[in-house]
């Protein structure tokens, strides 16, 4: 197959995607589509291939299966072809030299943007709550603020959500982990933002409280299979939850849109302890 039907112009599609690393098949024939114009989160418990999964994606890790973005076959399009159309934040990022914040962050620049758009990183780092930062060194900055400088240098990249009247796509690992829930919020909303203006987010998630807030779209992973994709509404059920991550996650819903929020309960000691 080397040309996806018309339709998918505007989507980002795995199909048939397996990896084997070592002696493991960590991915199994996996199957979904993102479509441009939402968020779609991918979540699962630890180890269920989700980072591998976007690796594959995103053209890191050998695997048998294809990936269409926007129609085409990435295996066919150059490395700047594809970062001119999509940018990646990694699950973790080692910087082993001292660059400053904004150096980082217009490493995105070379990929995507010209001269003229040399205002995109301080945007970007306004865009993430950095306003200030861009002359401080990357190595002083906390965990959570490190996780925003990498933000920023992804969203400088594919800036832009729509080009020539095609998406282009942001692909997240985990991008809210080291984050307050305040910046949690505005980075979610930057995803969402970036959605409503055409463009396309994929974001590794590990809170289904956000998930069920900000996506459109989920794709629920387990063993390296899917395990169930839809809405918010449909995937993140108390049934489907406990089987897939084995503990009990009591669902309730929000009125009046009935967006979904779990309060997991704490497991109750079977004796209390005496002092
Ligand atoms: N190079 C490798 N060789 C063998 N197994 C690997 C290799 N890399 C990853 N794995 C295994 O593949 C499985 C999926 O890993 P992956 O990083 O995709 O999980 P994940 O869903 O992103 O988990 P987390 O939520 O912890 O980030 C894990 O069991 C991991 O141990
Ligand atoms: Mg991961």
């Keep these: 197959m080397t040309q996806a039907p018309p339709s998918a112009t505007a989507q980002l599609q795995a199909i048939d995607i397996t990896v084997q690393l070592g002696r493991r098949q960590v991915l199994r024939q996996v199957n979904f589509t993102a479509t441009a114009g939402r968020v779609t989160a991918i979540v699962g418990p630890n180890g ?4 591998t999964l976007l690796r594959a994606m995103t053209g890191e890790v050998a695997h048998s299966g294809q990936v269409y973005l926007n129609g085409a076959d990435t295996a066919r399009l150059s490395p700047w072809e594809l970062a001119a159309v999509r940018a990646v934040q990694p699950q973790s990022s080692t910087i082993a030299f001292p660059f400053t914040v904004l150096e980082i962050v217009r490493l995105g620049l070379s990929a995507g943007l010209s001269a003229a758009d040399s205002h995109v990183p301080l945007q970007a780092l306004e865009a ?9 060194m990357y190595q002083d ?15 400088t990249q594919v ?4 080009v020539d009247g095609a998406p282009r796509w942001l692909i997240l690992d985990e991008p809210v982990a080291s984050l307050d829930i305040g910046h949690q919020f ?3 909303d930057l995803t969402r933002n970036y959605a409503a203006r055409g463009g396309g987010v994929v974001a590794v998630m590990h809170d289904l409280n956000l998930t069920a807030m900000f996506a459109d779209h989920v794709v629920l992973m387990q063993a390296g299979a899917v395990a169930a994709t839809g809405t918010p509404q449909e995937v993140l059920t ?7 991550y084995s503990c009990p996650v009591p669902v309730n819903t929000t009125p009046p849109d009935k967006i979904p929020f779990l309060l997991p309960q704490a497991r109750r000691r079977s004796s209390p302890v005496s002092t």
């Design 238 to 244: 108390d049934e489907t939850l406990a089987r897939t």
């Design 128 to 136: 993430v709550g950095l306003h200030g930062f861009s002359g401080r």
């Design 159 to 162: 800036w832009e959500p729509m």
């Design 186 to 188: 505005t980075v979610m």
């Design 141 to 155: 900055l906390s965990g959570g603020e490190q996780q925003r400088v990498q933000l920023a240098r992804v969203i």
């Design 48 to 51: 269920s291939g989700k980072t």
